[in-house]
């Protein structure tokens, strides 16, 4: 295919592939703020000086840090019904839920770690190495971005699934193209944040006088 021929063909799909997406975008913000809360519960309990909590709230962390997340998909996928019923009325459990829920074991787990190291810190009245979390907090939201790719895998419409409707629907020639596309949309999302937050780090690090890698 021409240049032109695959710049219209892409032009064409890009608002499917953008709600794609936005899919992606979904999934991974629902999973760091799932995470993100039981993994503060988890960091306030291993701090709490109650030695039975703190250590069951360290097991469950480790628990969560060793868990495959693409194995737990599928696990989800299968173990949550695709319908429940409430108030005698029948709903459907959203398969981009399940999705964000297996993404977020792993979330509870590197919450737990980082934010006990930052509330440690701040326990020193250590005020810049406790704010070295937000810059971690926020890498971590880009690699479970890049991770929701995996979601297709169990029926979500978000980016990759809609790549492989695209070729479908045009043709294996331009499997290339379509993925790169992907790719970039990854990237535009991606770079500027991680841009932003090293940064953020350096800086955090220069305030604790720690030399930045």
Same mark, same amino acid.
């Given at each position: 295919?021409?240049?032109?021929?695959?710049?219209?063909?892409?032009?064409?799909?890009?608002?499917?592939?953008?709600?794609?997406?936005?899919?992606?975008?979904?999934?991974?913000?629902?999973?760091?703020?799932?995470?993100?809360?039981?993994? $503060?519960?988890? $960091?306030?309990?291993?701090?709490?000086?109650?030695?039975?909590? *703190?250590?069951?709230?360290?097991?469950?962390?480790?628990? !969560?840090?060793?868990?495959?997340?693409?194995?737990?998909?599928?696990?989800? *996928?299968?173990?949550?019904?695709?319908?429940?019923?409430?108030?005698?009325?029948?709903?459907?459990?959203?398969?981009?839920?399940?999705?964000?829920?297996?993404?977020?074991? $792993?979330?509870?787990?590197?919450?737990?770690?980082?934010?006990?190291?930052?509330?440690?810190?701040?326990?020193?009245?250590?005020? $810049?190495?406790?704010?070295?979390?937000?810059?971690?907090?926020?890498?971590?939201?880009?690699?479970?971005?890049?991770?929701?790719? !995996?979601?297709?895998?169990?029926?979500?419409?978000?980016?990759?699934?809609?790549?492989?409707?695209?070729?479908?629907?045009?043709?294996?020639?331009?499997?290339?193209?379509?993925? !790169?596309?992907?790719?970039?949309?990854?990237?535009?999302?991606?770079?500027?944040?991680?841009?932003?937050?090293?940064?953020?780090?350096?800086?955090?690090?220069?305030?604790?006088?720690?030399?930045?890698?």
């Amino acid at each position: 295919m021409a240049s032109t021929e695959i710049a219209a063909l892409l032009l064409t799909w890009t608002p499917f592939l953008a709600g794609g997406f936005a899919w992606n975008i979904v999934v991974s913000l629902v999973a760091m703020v799932i995470g993100t809360i039981f993994g $503060a519960a988890l $960091a306030w309990l291993r701090l709490s000086g109650r030695t039975p909590l *703190a250590h069951a709230s360290l097991v469950v962390t480790e628990l !969560t840090r060793n868990i495959p997340t693409f194995v737990f998909l599928f696990y989800l *996928a299968f173990l949550i019904p695709t319908e429940f019923e409430l108030t005698g009325q029948i709903y459907a459990f959203p398969v981009w839920l399940k999705a964000s829920l297996a993404l977020s074991v $792993a979330v509870i787990g590197f919450v737990s770690d980082n934010l006990f190291v930052a509330l440690q810190h701040r326990k020193r009245r250590n005020h $810049a190495a406790a704010l070295l979390f937000i810059p971690s907090w926020t890498t971590y939201l880009l690699i479970i971005v890049m991770a929701s790719s !995996t979601a297709s895998v169990i029926g979500v419409g978000e980016i990759v699934s809609r790549c492989n409707i695209v070729i479908a629907a045009v043709g294996d020639e331009t499997m290339l193209w379509v993925y !790169t596309y992907a790719i970039c949309y990854f990237l535009v999302f991606c770079f500027p944040l991680n841009w932003a937050m090293g940064c953020a780090r350096k800086r955090l690090l220069a305030r604790v006088g720690v030399p930045a890698p």
